[in-house]
């Protein structure tokens, strides 16, 4: 059920402890002026609506940042796919786009040829993998626990495309592209 302006719902996860860098808010993290969300925000915006910002205890600075411009979902925080699955449960709209708050896509033109690959599939759940590993970007078009495993399609990135921030080596990393880039 795309909204009846052609608009995917989308689901921004952005409630984990952030163990790896010692930060929870990595959504929050600026890249060129932008936080990592808005910069998807704004990748987005032509095609996704409504927009749920899901938070935890953990991530209460990321709630307040946005509170006046998402609507928030509040879950305990007890795991990524627990959290999507209570999320999910509650927002009953599909199909819906799933993203991290801390995925770097290099530009909008990954977002759109992902986004258009998913609806062409005809498949209950279509992923973005960048270098062959999950990176918890999805169009869910039906119930998680209603989807069977020969009804999953993956589409494939390279890191130049998009990049999971998990440390601070990562950030570092895409601020280096960014620079190499730039020159």
Do not use: H, W
Request: aromatic share 10%; hydrophobic share 35%.
């Amino acid at each position: 059920m795309e909204t009846n302006d052609g608009k995917l719902p989308l689901v921004i996860m952005s409630g984990g402890t952030g163990s790896r860098m010692n930060m929870p808010d990595k959504g929050l993290l600026m890249i060129r002026g932008e936080t990592l969300i808005g910069r998807n925000l704004k990748f987005l915006e032509d095609v996704a609506k409504p927009v749920y910002l899901v938070v935890t205890p953990n991530t209460e600075i990321t709630e307040k940042y946005y509170s006046e411009k998402l609507e928030i979902i509040k879950t305990q925080g007890k795991g990524y796919s627990e959290d999507l699955g209570q999320v999910l449960k509650k927002i009953n709209k599909y199909p819906v786009m799933v993203i991290p708050g801390d995925i770097y896509f290099s530009d909008q033109e990954v977002v759109e040829s992902f986004i258009s690959f998913a609806k062409k599939s005809g498949r209950g759940i279509v992923s973005m993998l960048i270098e062959g590993l999950f990176c918890g970007v999805s169009v869910f078009f039906s119930p998680p626990d209603e989807v069977k495993s020969e009804d999953f399609q993956s589409f494939d990135v390279s890191e130049k495309q998009a990049y999971n921030v998990n440390t601070v080596e990562d950030f570092f990393l895409i601020l280096n592209r960014l620079k190499r880039q730039k020159n």
